[in-house]
C-alpha cells in the first residue's frame, strides 16, 4: 500500500493499460497480414484501376509495365492502416511497395529500380527469400 494510492485506482489504471496494449496488439497483427497478404502488396491511393494520386498512379503503371503480378490496399479507406504503416515502416509518404511483408520503397525507388532496369530482379530475388528466414526492419522478431 503506497500513502495516497488506492488499490482500486492501480487496479483500473493497470486495467486500463492492459487493453491499450491488447488494442496495439492487435492492430500490429493487421498490419503485419495485411503486408502479407499478397507476395507483393502496393499500399497507395486509390486502386490499380483507379489511382486516385500522380505517384499511385506512376507506382501501379511502372508495376505492371513490369508485368508484376500484385495487389493493392487503399489506404484512403483506412485510416488506421495509413497512419500505423507510416508510424512502422518509417516511410512518411505514399505508395508503399511491399514484397513478401517486406517494405521496398515508395515511388522514388520505384521509379529509380525501373529507369535503371532492376525493379524486376530486386522483386525476384525478395519473392525467393525463405519465409521462415524472413526479417524485416521493422517487425520486432518477437512478432515475425
Request: aromatic content about 10%; some cysteine.
Amino acid at each position: 500500500w503506497i500513502e495516497g494510492w488506492q488499490p482500486s485506482e492501480i487496479s483500473k489504471k493497470l486495467e486500463a493499460l492492459h487493453h491499450m496494449m491488447q488494442n496495439q496488439i492487435s492492430e500490429l497483427h493487421r498490419l503485419r497480414d495485411l503486408v502479407r497478404s499478397h507476395d507483393v502488396m502496393l499500399f497507395m491511393k486509390g486502386d490499380k484501376a483507379r489511382p486516385r494520386c500522380l505517384f499511385s498512379s506512376a507506382a501501379v503503371r511502372i508495376l505492371n509495365e513490369t508485368n508484376i503480378n500484385y495487389k493493392t490496399f487503399d489506404i484512403l479507406g483506412d485510416a488506421r492502416v495509413r497512419s500505423g504503416l507510416k508510424r512502422l515502416s518509417a516511410w512518411p509518404t505514399y505508395p508503399q511497395l511491399y514484397v513478401k511483408g517486406t517494405l521496398l520503397g515508395g515511388h522514388d525507388v520505384l521509379e529509380e529500380l525501373h529507369e535503371t532496369g532492376l525493379l524486376r530482379g530486386e522483386i525476384d530475388n525478395a519473392l525467393v527469400v525463405d519465409n521462415a528466414k524472413l526479417t524485416t526492419l521493422f517487425w520486432p522478431t518477437w512478432y515475425m
